[in-house]
């Protein structure tokens, strides 16, 4: 019962009857969410989605990847998907056994090529790869993203062989409002504090309610389009070395720039507004 959080039965398929409900439906028209395919996904090969920005919940990665709420599986039909949290989430068996039923996997180099590395093709894992840091940015209009210093979905695609796809969720960062943190003030000493001991970010942050006007949990009622770009190929390398990674790390960049810069103002972001890494 109490297996290791990187085991086999914790990278088992998902179960698509319960994904693929009509109930899920219901929760991507809420906002509503969709996806654009800007390019084939052949099922020859395994892929690793990396996914921008993480917002505060990652609310349109949970419902277009946990769920086929958005059409993922008439899109992008025979390719299985995943999707990644923090590990200690898997230390809890019932709520281990719910999320292995929608696919989730721990956020674990093991765990990332163990699938990746799957023969036949048909599997991708998508990674928010923002994570914690990037959600204490996260406020309407404002696209920063952590990605400068994480490198590691690289590695693991380097050395399982899967292709990278750059993902951008135009309108994520609107579906909540957070309570100003600039870096210097006491809200974010505070927040980063508590993220270094706990590795989870404190957000203050409200969406809306049952109630008209309350504020509360629930995510704001806004269009969210998940724009999927066209897949980087990636050459197994058992034993890649920093200037592979870095390399693909640069080339990832430069695709994921260019699909913001190709769809942003179709969402309603401005000509001179740019993605900031950090």
Known sequence: MFYGVDSEASLNPPWEAMRSHKFWNHTAEYFPLKIVKTAELSTKNNYLFGWHPHGILSVSAVAAMCTDGAGFRDLY???????????????????????????????????????????????????????????????????????NRRKGFCRAALVSGAHLVPVFAFGETDTYKQVPNPKGSIIRAIQMKFKYVTSVSPVLAYGTNIIPFVPGVVPLRKEITAVFGEPIPVTKTKHPSWDQIHELHNLYKEKLVELFEAHKEKYGISHDTHIDFY
């Open 77 to 147: 039909p025979g390719i299985t998907r995943y999707i990644t949290t923090l590990t200690w989430h898997f230390k809890f068996p019932l709520r281990r056994h719910l999320m292995n039923i929608f696919g989730v996997i721990p956020v674990s180099f093991r765990s990332l090529t163990k699938v990746l590395s799957r023969s036949g093709g048909g599997n991708a894992v998508t990674v928010i790869v923002g994570g914690a840091d990037e959600a204490l940015e996260c406020h309407p209009k404002v696209y920063k993203l952590c990605l």
